[in-house]
């Protein structure tokens, strides 16, 4: 009988995940997230512009600081200390403010380790002013001013601060000023008012979304581990998956992270159409989008905030596609190429890679671990070529993992436009010592 009992109770919790495909996960959004998200765009367009130093930048940041303390969280500073000035071409300094967020992590190790999380406060304006010493002129003929940023931050900010207790790092939530111009409110947060940038672990770019049906991009500026975060969510259940795309959609606060050799990622639907107006059109974004790519983004920061360190890896040190090589980037496949008939690479990691890996000896005995990168190419014939590490840990597990990668069975090839190519990929071997209870 309790067999019985036991069976039954399986087979209950597995009808609903049988049943859990992509459109029934889209069923789940009520709507309630898309009303709030619009509210806090209609009120965000509704304010007279918000170019650096105006009064509705300031009126925009003081309503973001209210929201974040609305939702439980706590306000990192006061307005006057996130304020920071700007040297107009008259002399005059002209005031642009930030509003920044701080949900703590639990985890001991961690919690002194931040993910970022921003999106820029101002749109149009005309502003002239001194940055590093030189005369910049900014004419802005109007722009999207990422009311859909913005307002999807705080409904990030509000479910982060939620579930806070599922958060090994702590988190930052901030809305930078002066974005349009080179990025100001983001140089300010890094470089003057945060103390503890060097213990940023990675950054989250939110700009001008909520037209999903037009596309949903992940920009990454070639970084393979924040690259890999999106390839691993892909084979996961979510409501929307973004396309890595390797050409930046516009400039933003990304960049200033950038600089400081954090790794970072932008999330964007692009400029669409109507883009060029006097201000934001919260008549044209697709709420429901929107809620959905905020889903995705949340799943997106819980996996950096729980997981490894990504990083910083230059893109000009990634690039993939070597000029008359022939050689194409897993990324640009039209057609990836599959391990067993499956197109994840995650199946040629478990079922080859880890099923025939040897911890080398030496490296037990010290205690060695860590994750190895490995990059390879598999040609027009299926055939693994050109194994070789990009990131090493120590030269046992380097060679481990390429002598075990180097033996793999042939692969189906990639494909561009019909046509098989060879393709570059690169993929983390870990090595992990088990503790003794």
Not at 152 to 175: E, F
Request: aromatic fraction near 10%.
């Amino acid at each position: 009988m309790k067999m019985k009992h036991l069976l039954l109770i399986i087979s209950l919790i597995a009808l609903p995940l049988a049943a859990f495909s992509q459109d029934y996960y889209g069923e789940l959004f009520d709507g309630e997230d898309a009303a709030v998200l619009r509210s806090h765009v209609e009120y965000l367009s509704s304010l007279d512009g918000r170019g650096a130093g105006s009064e509705g930048e300031k009126a925009a940041a003081d309503y973001f600081r209210s929201q974040l303390l609305l939702a439980g969280v706590d306000v990192l500073d006061s307005p006057d200390d996130s304020d920071f000035g700007l040297l107009s071409a008259s002399g005059d300094t002209v005031t642009s403010h930030n509003a920044i967020g701080f949900i703590e992590g639990y985890d001991p190790a961690l919690r002194d380790h931040y993910i970022v999380i921003g999106a820029r406060l101002d749109n149009l304006g005309v502003i002239s002013a001194t940055v590093d010493g030189q005369m910049v002129t900014r004419t802005f003929p109007g722009a999207n001013g990422n009311a859909s940023g913005l307002a999807l931050l705080l409904d990030l900010a509000k479910k982060l601060q939620t579930n806070k207790v599922l958060l090994k790092r702590s988190v930052i939530i901030a809305a930078f000023g002066g974005s349009e111009l080179q990025n100001a409110g983001s140089w300010y947060f890094l470089n003057r008012s945060f103390k503890d940038a060097s213990k940023i672990d990675a950054m989250i770019n939110l700009d001008m979304l909520g037209t999903g049906s037009r596309g949903f991009y992940a920009y990454c500026a070639s970084n393979s581990d924040m690259e890999q975060v999106v390839n691993n969510l892909a084979s996961t259940l979510q409501p929307v998956h973004p396309a890595i795309v390797r050409t930046e959609p516009c400039r933003s606060d990304h960049r200033s992270f950038y600089a400081k050799e954090i790794p970072a990622v932008m999330f964007t639907s692009g400029m669409y159409p109507e883009y060029n107006t006097e201000r934001d059109v919260p008549g044209i974004l697709e709420y429901d989008f929107l809620e959905k790519e905020g889903e995705y983004i949340y799943n997106y920061s819980l996996t950096l905030v729980n997981g490894p360190k990504p990083d910083f890896m230059p893109s000009d040190a990634l690039e993939r596609t070597s000029s008359g090589s022939g050689v194409v980037a897993w990324n640009d496949c039209d057609v990836k190429p599959a391990f067993m008939n499956n197109y994840d690479p995650n199946v040629f990691l478990n079922r080859w890679v880890y099923v025939y890996l040897k911890y080398p000896q030496y490296a037990v005995e010290n205690g060695i671990q860590g994750r190895v990168l490995v990059d390879f190419v598999i040609d027009e014939k299926g055939k693994m070529k050109d194994v070789k590490v990009l990131k090493g840990v120590h030269p046992s597990l380097d060679a481990e993992a390429v002598k075990v990668v180097a033996a793999s069975p042939d692969w189906k090839p990639a494909r561009v436009r019909g046509q098989k190519v060879k393709c570059e990929m690169s993929l983390y071997v870990e090595f992990r010592l088990e503790k003794r209870k």
